[in-house]
């Protein structure tokens, strides 16, 4: 990346307000979960399970609510990178991610899709891009083009998150660090 596109944009990151909703994104889920070490998504719906120093937790990111609470447990296995639910041990594996690997989707099936830029380090910026937009648009070459460079701050802070992506249907949004849990969805 050149010095000239990264400095356009910072200046455009630095001067990006970070909101809650983002249309047509809504924040169903604001949670903290006290040393979270990993998520992931059940793939036939909007169920996210988060394991955390403090056992684990399942949300429904439609409704916003934990369904589910284990303070003794957490059900995760580093080595596999997988989570099941403690409440339904029945249910299929969760795929993981997290502080010892493994991914969320970065793209929806129509086309949404994530960036994440360390630019000013320690800072991170976690940017949500509409399709066929992109924040790269920004850079003077694309003008001519008339390129969509329309993007969404969901967070700017210090650090990494854990986690940052998608559910498997691309109807939920997920930042997760190791305090701080939110989920939007549409």
Not at 46 to 63: A, K, R
Not at 112 to 121: A, K, M, R, S
Request: with cysteine; aromatic share 12%; hydrophobic share 35%.
């Amino acid at each position: 990346m050149s010095n000239e596109l990264k400095r356009v944009l910072l200046l455009s990151l630095q001067a990006a307000q970070v909101a809650d909703n983002f249309e047509p994104w809504k924040l169903t889920v604001a949670s903290p979960v006290g040393g979270a070490c990993a998520l992931g998504f059940d793939r036939n719906s909007e169920s996210l399970l988060v394991v955390s120093s403090n056992g684990q937790s399942v949300f429904d990111c439609t409704s916003g609510k934990r369904v589910y609470r284990n303070r003794d447990d957490d059900g995760y296995d580093p080595l596999t990178l997988e989570g099941r639910r403690l409440d339904d041990p029945d249910a299929s594996p969760f795929q993981m991610s997290g502080s010892l690997g493994g991914g969320l989707l970065t793209t929806t099936p129509d086309g949404w899709h994530i960036d994440t830029l360390q630019l000013d380090w320690p800072r991170t910026y976690c940017i949500l891009q509409p399709p066929q937009a992109s924040i790269y648009f920004l850079h003077e070459k694309w003008r001519e083009y008339r390129k969509d460079a329309s993007y969404h701050v969901v967070k700017s802070k210090l650090g990494s998150p854990i986690a940052f992506g998608f559910s498997w249907t691309g109807k939920t949004l997920v930042w997760c660090d190791r305090v701080d849990l939110f989920a939007w969805t549409r």
